[in-house]
């Protein structure tokens, strides 16, 4: 790890609960799609040192345009918060959308985690974009995404999100499974198998619930790549991810 990277990793760790959006843009004539990037970090931080800008600018050499979001945790990570702080960021690309060179309404969310986890929320109608009336994304990306508080998961996520108090009807307004239907977008998920952080399980019931629901999607286990770790361990992930992406742009705008 660089210095700058131990840098950005200690403001992380510092950072307060309070909304952030950070833009990393490209220069264009014309506009591009942009990823909205959710890092993980069991709603108790912001791995934005890991999981958003080493993304982000990947995403920016290939010239979309990505924002790394710092969503609510801590006090803040109850739910619905982290779900509206998303919303609005979504609300105030588009309001800016000739001011960011974006196309507003093609667009991808990234996550990992407990950001994967809500990425996923956000991508049902019921929790996110049609509630917060928002256009569907394009597809997910969901780097070992916590999923479900219905079997195996991470504990400390579900219980900032929910509490500790964990009542069935709680658990399956929190459940991505729960709350999916036939319009889901369509969604990439990629966990490893040496993941003991977030159990696999929590992927393995997305990837079933989108075939279940005949939603696009494509899911990879790799044999290595520790939790956590973005791009550090396992950079294979992100090729896949990229051409998934631009398979599954609505306009044609991945040239």
């Known amino acids: 790890m660089d210095l700058k990277t131990r840098i950005d990793h200690f403001k992380d760790i510092m950072a307060s609960d309070k909304y952030e959006l950070t833009p990393f843009l490209v220069d264009s004539e014309k506009p591009r799609p942009f990823a909205l ?23 920016n050499e290939l010239g979309y345009n990505a924002f790394v979001l710092r969503y609510g945790i801590k006090k803040r990570a109850r739910y619905p918060i982290p779900l509206e702080d ?14 960011f060179n974006v196309l507003k ?6 996550g990992s985690s407990a950001g994967g986890h809500l990425a996923a929320m956000f991508a049902t109608k019921k929790l996110g974009y049609e ?15 916590v ?9 400390p996520s579900i219980d900032m999100i929910i509490g500790l108090k964990w009542t069935n009807e709680k658990k399956q307004m929190i459940s991505v499974e729960c709350n ?7 969604t ?22 989108c075939q279940e629901l005949n939603i696009i999607h494509e899911y990879h ?9 973005g791009l550090q361990e396992n950079s294979e992930w992100f090729d896949f991810a990229i051409k998934f992406w631009q398979r599954n742009m609505k306009k044609a705008s991945n040239d």
Do not use: R
């Not at 917060?132 to 995404?145: D, N, R, V």
């Open 37 to 59: 990037i959710l890092p993980g970090g069991g709603y108790t931080i912001v791995m934005s040192s890991v999981e958003g800008i080493p993304y982000a600018k990947k995403i």
């Open 86 to 99: 998303v919303a609005k960021a979504l609300k105030y690309i588009q309001a800016n959308y000739q001011k």
């Open 105 to 110: 309404d093609e667009y991808a969310i990234w």
């Open 131 to 145: 509630f917060y009336q928002l256009p569907k994304p394009s597809c997910l990306i969901l780097c070992y995404p």
């Open 147 to 155: 999923v479900s508080a219905m079997v195996a998961t991470h504990i």
């Open 180 to 186: 999916m239907d036939k319009d889901y977008p369509p």
């Open 188 to 209: 990439f998920i990629w966990n490893s198998l040496v993941d003991n952080v977030v159990p696999p399980i929590n992927s393995i019931i997305l990837a079933k619930k």
């Open 221 to 229: 286990q790799f044999p290595h790549g520790q939790h956590g770790k």
